[in-house]
T-cell receptor
């Protein structure tokens, strides 16, 4: 399978806490991308990390990539109720394959 | 910058009928993708175009699904005949080079 697999499947936290979700993959990648999907909407691109990068930041998001372990993590700091969504990692060489996602619920 | 446009937003058809979805990508984006997302699952790639040529259609059920991208801009995805298991959201996305993908809001198809 070329797709990434997100873990955990579901995560529920209080507003203000940090949320960490993980992605594992099996094949070689050029880059790994994280997306957010609100209910009934399309996916929104959050961050792209290239295979030669180890860590990347964007606002409250921090992504790490360990190509030796074929894994990545997405950290959302100081979570807000508006962060409630499903999060997917996209992996692949020339196109993106997605897992089933992590459903994050942030409780106000 | 305008986003990826898709229509219709919703579609309900009976099994064995035909249906078509339309996508207009972001201007200048050479690569266009169609994904199928069944409820509770992640998006599954159906087909990838580079300009008007097919790059990857290995997961497209070609006995009933077809797609085209005439002139390398707009694209249509067709299902003929539809089955109950085709009920899903069909997402179109576009990208430029190795950048992130921009997704449309999708077409929710219900086959009854």
């Amino acid at each position: 399978s070329q797709q990434g697999e997100e873990d955990p499947q579901a995560l529920s936290i209080q507003e203000g806490e940090n949320a960490t979700m993980n992605c594992s993959y099996k094949t070689s990648i050029n880059n790994l991308q994280w997306y957010r999907q609100n209910s009934g909407r399309g996916l929104v691109h959050l961050i792209l990390i290239r295979s030669n990068e180890r860590e990347k930041h964007s606002g409250r998001l921090r992504v790490t990539l360990d190509t030796s372990k074929k894994s990545s993590s997405l950290l959302i700091t100081a979570s807000r109720a508006a962060d409630t969504a499903s999060y997917f990692c996209g992996t692949g060489a020339n196109n993106l394959f997605f897992g089933t996602g992590t459903r994050l619920t942030v409780i106000p | 910058e305008a986003g990826v446009a898709q229509s219709p937003r919703y579609k309900i058809i009976e099994k064995r009928q035909s249906v078509a979805f339309w996508c207009n990508p972001i201007s200048g984006h050479a690569t266009l993708y169609w994904y199928q997302q069944i409820l509770g699952q992640g998006p599954k790639l159906l087909i990838q175009f580079q300009n008007n040529g097919v790059v990857d259609d290995s997961q497209l059920p070609k006995d009933r699904f077809s797609a085209e991208r005439l002139k390398g801009v707009d694209s249509t995805l067709k299902i003929q005949p539809a089955k109950l298991e085709d009920s899903a959201v069909y997402l179109c996305a576009s990208s430029l080079g190795q950048s992130g993908y921009t997704f449309g809001s999708g077409t929710r198809l219900t086959v009854v």
